[in-house]
C-alpha cells in the first residue's frame, strides 16, 4: 500500500483575525480549528503528520502535543514556503502527501479519504480539492481549460475580472505525489501580489512539466470554509454546532431548541439525555442516561450521572453522581465530587467539597474545601468559613449530621457523626458524635418593654 503523510499548515499569524491569539487556536465549538484538522487526519491511517508552525509555535505545539511532529518556519514567507520546511521530514520518502490547512476546522476524515482515493486511482502528481462557492471573495480560482482540465489557480488578489467571476474554489487541501511536491516547490517563485510563495503555483508549473493534474470537487462547500476573519470564525462555528447537535439527536438525545444549545466538539452524552434551550456544555464532558440539562445551563468538564437534573445552573471540572438535583442557581465549582441522591438547591456554591450520598444543601450555601458524609443536612445559610484571609481550612461533617440554619462552621472544624448544630451557631470547636452543640448568645426576653420604649419616644 502506499505510504501516507500530511503536512497541516499552521505558521500563520492570522492578521485578519486582529487578535492576539494565533489564528489556528481559535476555538470553533470549544476545540481549537488546528486540532479539529489533526483530529479529523487520525482516522486516515497516515505514516507521519508534520505540523509547520511558526507564529505562537510554542502554544500550538502544547495544543497538539505529540500526535505530530513539528517544523518550524521562521519566516511566513507562503503557503508554498511552509510546505518546504517540511522537505527535512519527508523529503525523499516515496508516497502520498495531503496538505491541508489549520485553517479550515470542518474538513471531515471523509472528504479527506475520498480526495486521497481518487488521488491513487488517478494517479495524478497532485489532485486538488475544489469546491463551488457563490461568493468565492478570498479563496483561490480553479482555471479549467476549454476541455474542463485544471491549468491554474489564481489567487483572489492576483485575479482578473473574468477570473474572479470563477465559483470553483481552491480549499487549500491537495494530495500530492511526495517526491514531486518537494521538486516542483523550488520552482515556485513569490512574483505575485503578495510577495509570497504560493503552495498553488505548483499546480501551474507540474502542468508545464507535462504531469498529470486532478481536482475532486466536493459538494459541500461550507465544509471547506476557510476562517480568516471572524464573520467566518462565527459561521464556522454555527456549521459545527449544527453538525454535532444532530449527532446528538440521531444517537437519542433530545435538544428542546438545537439552534440554542451548546455543545462543545469532544463532549459525550448517552441516549435520553434531554437538554433545554441555553445551555452550553464543553469541555471533556460526559452526561450519562436519563439526565436533563437547563435551560440555561453552563457546564465545563464535568461528569454527570445518570437521571441527574441541572437546572439554571453552573458546573466546572467535577463528578457529579447519579439522581442529583442541582439548581435552579447553583454553582458547583472546581474539584468538587457530588456523589448519587444529593440535592444541592437554589443559591448554594460548592467549591472543591466531597459531598456524599443523599446529602443535602437545599438552600443559599457556601460549602468550600468540605468532607461532607452521607446523609448530612445543610441548613439553609450555612457557611463553611473557609479562610483566613491567607490560608484555606478544610470543614468535615460527618454521617448523618444535621446543620442547623444560618451557621457557620469556621475550618477547621469536625462536626461528627450523627450530631446536631444549632440554628445560627458559629461552631468553631469540634461537635462530638451525637452531641448538639448550640454556640449562640441566649435570647433575653424583657417583659412589657415595648411599652417603656414607646413612652421614652415620646419624653
Ligand atoms: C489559501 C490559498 C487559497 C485557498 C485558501 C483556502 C494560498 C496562496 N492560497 O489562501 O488558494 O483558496 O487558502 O482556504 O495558499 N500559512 C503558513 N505559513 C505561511 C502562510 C500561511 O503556515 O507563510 C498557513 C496559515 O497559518 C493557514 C494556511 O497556511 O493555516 C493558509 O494560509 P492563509 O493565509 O489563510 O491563506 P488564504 O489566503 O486563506
Ligand atoms: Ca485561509
Excluded at 303 to 329: L, M, Y
Excluded at 369 to 392: L, M, S
Excluded at 408 to 437: H, Q, W
Aim: with cysteine; net charge negative.
Amino acid at each position: 500500500m502506499t505510504r501516507r503523510f500530511a503536512i497541516v499548515l499552521a505558521a500563520g499569524q492570522g492578521t485578519r483575525m486582529k487578535s492576539s491569539l494565533y489564528k489556528v487556536l481559535h476555538p470553533v465549538c470549544g476545540k481549537p480549528m488546528v486540532q479539529h484538522v489533526v483530529d479529523q487526519l487520525k482516522p486516515l491511517q497516515l505514516d507521519a503528520v508534520v505540523t509547520v508552525v511558526g507564529f505562537g509555535a510554542d502554544r500550538v505545539k502544547e495544543q497538539l502535543g505529540d500526535s505530530t511532529s513539528y517544523v518550524i518556519q521562521e519566516e511566513q514567507l507562503g503557503t508554498g514556503h511552509a510546505v518546504m520546511q517540511a522537505a527535512q521530514e519527508l523529503e525523499n520518502k516515496e508516497g502520498t502527501t495531503v496538505v491541508v490547512c489549520g485553517d479550515t476546522p470542518l474538513l471531515t476524515s471523509e472528504t479527506m479519504e475520498a480526495l486521497l482515493q481518487h488521488h491513487e486511482q488517478t494517479q495524478a502528481k497532485v489532485t486538488i480539492l475544489t469546491a463551488e462557492n457563490s461568493s468565492p471573495d478570498g479563496y483561490g480560482r480553479i482555471v479549467r481549460n476549454t476541455q474542463n482540465v485544471v491549468e491554474k489557480i489564481v489567487e483572489h488578489k492576483d485575479a482578473t475580472e473574468e477570473e474572479r467571476k470563477i465559483t470553483e474554489i481552491n480549499t487549500g487541501t491537495y494530495c500530492f505525489d511526495n517526491q514531486a511536491l518537494f521538486q516542483v516547490l523550488k520552482h515556485v517563485s513569490n512574483d505575485n501580489a503578495q510577495g509570497e510563495y504560493y503552495l498553488p503555483d505548483v499546480i501551474e508549473i507540474l502542468k508545464g512539466q507535462g504531469e498529470k493534474i486532478a481536482a475532486y470537487r466536493t459538494n459541500d462547500f461550507e465544509e471547506t470554509i476557510g476562517v480568516n476573519d471572524r464573520v467566518a470564525l462565527s459561521r464556522a462555528e454555527q456549521i459545527m454546532r449544527k453538525r454535532i447537535n444532530e449527532r446528538h439527536m440521531k444517537n437519542g438525545v433530545t435538544l428542546i431548541d438545537p439552534e440554542h444549545t451548546y455543545i462543545g466538539a469532544d463532549v459525550e452524552i448517552e441516549q435520553d439525555v434531554t437538554i433545554y434551550p441555553g445551555s452550553m456544555i464543553e469541555g471533556d464532558t460526559t452526561i450519562k442516561t436519563g439526565a436533563v440539562i437547563g435551560p440555561n445551563s453552563e457546564i465545563k468538564n464535568c461528569e454527570i450521572g445518570e437521571q441527574t437534573v441541572i437546572k439554571q445552573s453552573v458546573a466546572h471540572d467535577s463528578k457529579i453522581g447519579a439522581r442529583v438535583n442541582i439548581g435552579p442557581f447553583a454553582h458547583i465549582r472546581p474539584l468538587s465530587d457530588i456523589h448519587d441522591d444529593v440535592k444541592i438547591g437554589n443559591f448554594v456554591e460548592v467549591k472543591k467539597s466531597i459531598v456524599e450520598e443523599g446529602s443535602k444543601a437545599s438552600h443559599l450555601s457556601y460549602i468550600g474545601d468540605a468532607e461532607i458524609g452521607k446523609g448530612v443536612n445543610i441548613g439553609c445559610g450555612t457557611i463553611t468559613v473557609n479562610y483566613d484571609g491567607e490560608r484555606k481550612y478544610k470543614t468535615i461533617i460527618e454521617d448523618d449530621a444535621f446543620i442547623g440554619c444560618n451557621s457557620n462552621l469556621v475550618a477547621p472544624v469536625t462536626v461528627k457523626r450523627g450530631s446536631y448544630v444549632a440554628a445560627g451557631s458559629t461552631i468553631t470547636k469540634d461537635v462530638p458524635e451525637k452531641a448538639l452543640s448550640i454556640a449562640r448568645s441566649r435570647q433575653v426576653n424583657k417583659e412589657g418593654y415595648a411599652d417603656k420604649l414607646k413612652k421614652m419616644k415620646k419624653d
